[in-house]
Each structure stands twice: as C-alpha cells, then as structure tokens.
C-alpha cells in the first residue's frame, strides 16, 4: 500500500510537472506570438516611413538630367562640334558641384562616354551599356539604375537627348545613396536595398554593409528566410545574421527595382519571452508547493487513520495466522518464557494451556543428547548477547510424558510490542527419519547388490576376453594350417616325385620340381614375412618422410603390372615432408597400390589415381580404383586381420590390418569408401583416404631445398 501511495504520488508529480512544462510553453509561445505580432506591426510602419523619406530623397534629383538634356553646347557636342567639349565639360562639373553629386555624364545613343564632370577614368563603359540598354528596354524620359561602384551605393538618372531624327545622346547623373543612411543610422535600424536580382547596394549597418551581405550571401541557401506563421494566420521571415536572428519585413518597389528590407532584432525579444517563461514557471512552482502542501497535509491525516486501522486488522490477521499454521511456533522473551503458541506446537509437545505459564522454553528440548548449540542458545536468552539466527537445524525434542522425537529447530529475533523477542520454529521430521533410515538400509542392500552384480560381470567379461583370444586364435591358426597345409602337400609330393625320379635318371623333370618346390618355398616365406609384419613393434621415433619419394619407388616396384593401367598422379610441387618411417610409408602405398591391382585385374580399361594435398596442419593422400570394390557390409570389418575377399591360398587377409596398423604408428588414419557420382550412386572401384601429421620444414634431414626438389612432380602425370 506505501508502494502503491507512493507511486500515486509520483505519477501526480509527474502529471504536474509535464503540465506545468506544458502551461510554460503554451504562455513563452502566446508571448512569443504577441510579441511577434506587435514587431510586424511596428515594422510596416517603420517601412512605410522609410519608403516615404526614400521616394521624397530621390524626387530632388528628377529633374537634374533635363538640364544636360535641354543645354545646346551638349546637344552641339553631341552632334559632332568638338570645339565646345571643353565648355560643356566646364558645365557639367559646376552642376555636379551645385547638385552635390557624384558625377554629370553625356552618352552617346550606344552608351559610349562623350563628356564628364570629371576625369574618364572614374567612369566604367559597362555602366554606359548598361544605362544605354536599360533605356532602350524602359523607354520613357528618364530612368534609373541602382549599383555598386567601388564599393559605394550609386544611383544613376538618365534621360534621352532627343533631335527630330531621333535619340542622339544620354545625360546621366550619378547621385550618391549615402544620404539615405545618415537618417537611419540616426534611429539606429537596419534597413537594407538591393536590385531584383538580390544583390545589396546600401546598408544603414556599418557591421553589415553591402559589400559583407553579398559576400555572404553566396555561401546562403537558395531561401535564407525561415517562415514563421503566426495563430493570425500571418506568415513572418527571420534572417540568421551572425549569431542574431532578424525579423524580416520587405516590399518592392516597382518603378525603382529596388528591394527595401527592414530588419527587427530579436534577441530583446527572446530574452522578453524567456524571462516571461521563467517567471510562469515560477508561479507555476509555487502553486505546485502549495497544492502538495495542502495534500499532504491530508494524505497525513488520512494515513494516520488508515495505519490504526491496519494495525487492528494486521494483529487479527496475525493471530489467525499464528494460530492456523500446521508449523509448531513459540514466541519467547527475553526472559525465556512463553508468551505464545501454536496449536500445533502444543500438539507437538502434548502440552495444556495451563502447563504453559510454568515452562521456560529450554525445558521442551531434550537436554542430554540432543544438540548442545540449541540449548546453550535457550538457556542463555535472558544475557544481552548478539544471537544471529538459526534455520532448519536438527534437535531433539521432548513431550510432557517424556517421550522423544526429532525436530527441524528455527530461530530468529523479531520485535513484539516494542520489546525484542525471539521466535522459534519446530517441525516434526519423525516420518522424515524413519523414512531415511528405510533408505539407508535399501541403500546399503543395493549398494551390496552392486557388487555382487560387478564382481559376476568382471568374471564374464574376463571369460568374453579369453573366448575372443581362442576365437581369433583359431581363426588365424585356421588360416595359417589352410595356408600352408597346401605348400606342405605339395612339396611332400613333389619330394615323393624326386625320390622316384632320381632312380629312374629323369633330371628335365627333377629339375622342375625343383623349380616347383623353389616356388612352394617362396609362398610359405611370403606368409611367414606377413605374419612377421602384424606382430611388428611400433617404431621408437617418427622422423620427416618424403611422400614423391616413397611413392617413386612403390610405383617403380610395380611398374611391370602397371603397364596395362592408366596412372595418375597428383601431387603439388612444393608438398611438406610428413611425419612417419619411410620403410612403413612404402609398406602401406604398396599394400593399397597392390590391392587396387588385384582388384583391376578383370576391369577393361583399369585406372589409377593418387592425389595429395595440404589440409592445416595435414596432409591428405587417396588412392582411387576403377576396381571391384566392395560390399557396403564389409567396409567396417575391412581393416580387421585375417578378413580378406581373395580365394584360399592368395593371402591371409592381413594386408589391410598392417595398412592400419602401420597408419596407426605413424601418427595418422586411413578409410575406405565405394566410389560414388555427383548424385551418391555407386560407381566402380574404391577409394581409400590416408591422413598424415606434416613435419616441420627445420626437423628435414638434409637440405630443406633439396627435399622440395625430390618432392616435386607433375599436376597430371600418366604412366602407361
């Protein structure tokens, strides 16, 4: 309840606080708007002025181009009498002295200068073409043209020099714009002028003159003026002049081509809003004090109120509590008396409320073998001592009649009607024991079970191993006596054969069968070497193995049952050394280069592949056949001794178990796979995969450079 007060309360913080940020901005923006509404208001004003004293300056100076216009020497002049220019030059520079102006200047019908009122070199060409077609496109008797001229605002009056064949000439008069500023700078306003193509020619600011406004302007955007629009539905400009910010009020006036602006600073009239923004907050902040005053005031009462109330409802809830638990509770105080309990506590302990006014709370427990902490912490309750609390500890308790029973014992201080007293729980774990001594003894039955049950599997697995042993035993026993049982037969023949062949002098035929009994030999050495090989100790170490080098001279060995087959062989040129016992690594690419041979040995058009790469820290090495192959059922059992697929009397089937066995000592791997398409259908002949660690480049016997020259050999090479 204080949490969800709590948080009333915030939210009515917050509820005010976005209110009062909202009232601020509604009442800066309303003083915004009149502010801003009065500005404009004031500025058409200041602008209408300024458009009145604008247009009563320049009317002074209408009439002055009629006084060239009407003179006769220019006329004379004009119309080609030399001899005049210099009184007509004379003229013109006392009427630029009497109208104090900025120049007199005679034209010809084309813009070309024919006199002046000072030296030529003041006067520009381009603004006598100027003049000259803009008077040409207005017509009528006098025009005007407004510029800059050296950095000064120019304002130039001319009129057409008519004869009854036409145009001969122009007067111009340039006249001088600074006037106009003297008054405003005066008032201590910006007004600016410039010609429809926005370029500026005069400036009542020193700090912005014309010359600093142009500049600038070529780095503004295409409309500088940001909108305002105001709750009257009138549309304001403001200009970003520096770091101030401007109102904008502008008009054109027509038959001067100029653009009059009139600027209005508002920076008085932001620091006006924000000082009427703070000063709303203000208010708003204090009506905020006084209405959270007002309210907690009530909200204290109101809280009092309440908190009598859930203290009444908190007791009665407790007690019931207290009452309706099925947890033995005991409240005791400092003295160690009981004060209350349970119903279930006195179930417990068999005990009647008027047993309970004369028991300390010690007495319950059982005082001889049950837990020493427990009681030395009831006795000792009524010295002031720090007790921290206790949880879930096994004790003995005691019943009225004097019967024992174990309980999970609780402790923890807590106070009680201003003065600190301690609860103790109690819960009955009787079931819970016997429970657990039930366990104990099926643990101990099955853990005894276990080892009966062990010790019967430990003998039968020891039988299982003797039988494997006898099994493969007789299988190899069996091999070697069919192996040799053949030999033996025929050499007992042929020696029976000898014995004959002696007494009759046959020697072509003794001869042959000694040949034969030679050959019977051989065959009985080669499975006496066999089985040699499979009981041959792993080598003490590993050194670096030429991979080209071992297979050269296995394919050398095989070369005379190579002819009929297609070989290829592909192996990078520089391949790593790999680590292993060159005599092992020929033994094994011999074993499954002969495999791959017996298993070609009916196939049309036999091939071989044997390719090698690098992978990590690995080398990988296939050799592939169009051959047999193999069922799918033998391939886990192919590398097991004595499994072979050949006839009796090929072999013993130990050529693949030396492969692995050798694969094995050498630190590597080797499968076998049936060749497959693209697709996972079964194509003809094998491939089996050897995986070999790759030995150091430093760890090489010999020079690294020369093991790299042995190692190289052809991407595709073919032997035939």
């Given amino acids: 309840m204080m949490l969800s007060r709590r948080m009333k309360r915030l939210l009515v913080a917050v509820a005010f606080v976005l209110l009062m940020a909202a009232g601020v901005q509604a009442t800066r923006e309303l003083c915004r708007q009149w502010l801003l509404e009065a500005a404009q208001t004031a500025g058409e004003d200041r602008l209408l002025s300024y458009v009145g004293d604008i247009r009563r300056a320049l009317q002074r100076y209408h009439y002055l181009p009629y006084l060239v216009a009407e003179h006769q020497d220019s006329r004379r002049l004009l119309a080609g009498e030399q001899e005049v220019r210099a009184q007509v030059s004379l003229y013109?520079?006392?009427?630029?002295?009497?109208?104090?102006?900025?120049?007199?200047?005679?034209?010809t019908a084309a813009g070309?200068?024919?006199?002046?009122?000072?030296?030529?070199?003041?006067?520009?060409?381009?603004?006598?073409?100027?003049?000259?077609?803009?008077?040409?496109?207005?017509?009528?008797?006098?025009?005007?043209?407004?510029?800059?001229?050296?950095?000064?605002?120019?304002?130039?009056?001319?009129?057409?020099?008519?004869?009854?064949?036409?145009?001969?000439?122009?007067?111009?008069?340039?006249?001088g714009l600074g006037t106009l500023t003297e008054s405003w700078l005066a008032e201590n306003e910006l007004v600016l002028i410039s010609d429809p193509a926005h370029t500026f020619f005069l400036s009542s600011s020193e700090k912005f003159s014309a010359a600093w406004l142009n500049d600038a302007a070529k780095s503004w955007p295409d409309n500088p003026m940001q909108a305002i629009r105001l709750y009257s539905g009138a549309n304001l400009a403001?200009?970003?002049?520096?770091?101030?910010?401007?109102?904008?009020?502008?008009?054109?006036?027509?038959?001067?081509?100029?653009?009059?602006?009139?600027?209005?600073?508002?920076?008085?009239?932001?620091?006006?809003?924000?000082?009427?923004?703070?000063?709303?907050?203000?208010?708003?902040?204090?009506?905020?004090?006084?209405?959270?005053?007002?309210?907690?005031?009530?909200?204290?009462?109101?809280?009092?109120?309440?908190?009598?109330?859930?203290?009444?409802?908190?007791?009665?809830?407790?007690?019931?509590?207290?009452?309706?638990?099925?947890?033995?509770?005991?409240?005791?105080?400092?003295?160690?008396?009981?004060?209350?309990?349970?119903?279930?506590?006195?179930?417990?302990?068999?005990?009647?409320?008027?047993?309970?006014?004369?028991?300390?709370?010690?007495?319950?427990?059982?005082?001889?073998?049950?837990?020493s902490t427990v009681m030395l912490l009831l006795k000792n309750l009524t010295k002031p001592q720090e007790w921290g609390e206790i949880s879930g500890v096994e004790a003995m308790a005691q019943r009225s009649d004097g019967s024992r029973f174990p309980v999970l014992f609780s402790l923890s201080t807590l106070p009680w009607y201003g003065e600190t007293q301690s609860l103790i729980t109690v819960i009955d774990i009787s079931k819970r024991k016997k429970a657990e001594t039930a366990l104990r003894a099926a643990n101990a039955s099955l853990e005894l079970r276990v080892q009966e049950r062990t010790?019967?599997?430990?003998?039968?697995?020891?039988?299982?191993?003797?039988?494997?042993?006898?099994?493969?035993?007789?299988?190899?026993?069996?091999?070697?006596?069919?192996?040799?049982?053949?030999?033996?037969?025929?050499?007992?023949?042929?020696?029976?054969?000898?014995?004959l062949l002696i007494e009759r002098g046959e020697t072509q035929r003794l001869m042959a069968n000694t040949q034969l009994v030679n050959i019977l030999l051989d065959r009985m050495a080669n499975m006496t070497s066999q089985l040699k090989t499979f009981a041959f100790n792993r080598p003490e170490q590993l050194r670096p193995t030429s991979l080209p080098e071992a297979l050269q001279q296995v394919l050398r060995i095989h070369q005379q049952r190579l002819d009929r087959v297609q070989v290829r062989i592909r192996i990078p040129a520089q391949l790593p050394a790999v680590l292993?016992?060159?005599?092992?690594?020929?033994?094994?690419?011999?074993?499954?280069?002969?495999?791959?041979?017996?298993?070609?040995?009916?196939?049309?058009?036999?091939?071989?592949?044997?390719?090698?790469?690098?992978?990590?820290?690995?080398?990988?090495?296939?050799?592939?056949?169009?051959?047999?192959?193999?069922?799918?059922?033998?391939?886990?059992?192919?590398?097991?001794?004595?499994?072979?697929?050949?006839?009796?009397?090929?072999?013993?089937?130990l050529g693949l178990s030396i492969t692995a066995n050798s694969m094995r000592d050498m630190q590597g791997s080797i499968s076998a796979a049936n060749n497959t398409d693209a697709r996972g259908v079964r194509q003809p002949g094998m491939m089996?995969?050897?995986?070999?660690?790759?030995?150091?480049?430093?760890?090489?016997?010999?020079?690294?450079?020369?093991?790299?020259?042995k190692a190289e050999a052809e991407p595709d090479r073919q032997l035939n």
């Avoid at 028991?359 to 427990?365: E, G, T």
């Avoid at 690098?614 to 033998?634: F, H, M, R």
Wanted: hydrophobic letters at 45%; aromatic letters at 6%; glycine letters at 8%.
């Fill in 92 to 107: 013109l520079a006392q009427l630029d002295k009497a109208a104090n102006t900025k120049g007199w200047y005679i034209l």
């Fill in 455 to 499: 010790k019967a599997l430990q003998a039968a697995q020891e039988e299982l191993v003797q039988t494997s042993k006898m099994a493969a035993l007789g299988r190899m026993s069996s091999a070697i006596t069919h192996e040799l049982n053949q030999p033996l037969t025929g050499l007992k023949t042929l020696l029976s054969s000898n014995a």
């Fill in 238 to 371: 403001t200009w970003q002049l520096g770091q101030a910010s401007y109102l904008v009020q502008t008009v054109a006036l027509d038959d001067l081509h100029w653009n009059i602006y009139y600027l209005t600073p508002l920076a008085e009239l932001n620091q006006t809003v924000f000082w009427f923004g703070i000063s709303a907050a203000m208010i708003f902040i204090a009506l905020l004090g006084l209405g959270l005053f007002v309210a907690e005031r009530r909200q204290k009462l109101r809280s009092r109120q309440q908190l009598q109330q859930l203290v009444a409802e908190s007791e009665a809830r407790l007690r019931r509590m207290f009452s309706k638990t099925h947890v033995g509770l005991l409240l005791v105080d400092s003295r160690g008396k009981i004060s209350e309990i349970n119903p279930t506590a006195m179930r417990y302990f068999s005990l009647s409320p008027s047993m309970i006014r004369h028991l300390l709370a010690w007495q319950l427990f059982e005082t001889h073998t049950g837990n």
């Fill in 688 to 709: 089996f995969t050897l995986v070999l660690q790759q030995a150091l480049a430093a760890d090489s016997n010999g020079d690294p450079e020369d093991q790299a020259g």
């Fill in 580 to 653: 292993g016992e060159p005599q092992r690594l020929m033994q094994v690419l011999g074993n499954l280069i002969s495999n791959a041979l017996d298993a070609m040995a009916e196939t049309t058009e036999p091939s071989l592949v044997v390719t090698a790469a690098e992978q990590g820290a690995q080398l990988v090495i296939q050799v592939t056949d169009n051959g047999t192959g193999i069922s799918e059922d033998k391939l886990g059992s192919m590398f097991e001794p004595f499994q072979t697929s050949k006839k009796m009397g090929e072999g013993l089937g």
């Fill in 112 to 175: 070309d200068l024919v006199a002046s009122s000072q030296q030529p070199a003041h006067w520009r060409d381009a603004d006598g073409r100027l003049i000259a077609d803009t008077l040409r496109q207005q017509g009528g008797d006098v025009v005007t043209l407004s510029k800059m001229v050296d950095g000064q605002a120019r304002y130039f009056l001319a009129a057409p020099v008519y004869t009854p064949s036409g145009i001969i000439g122009i007067a111009v008069v340039k006249v």
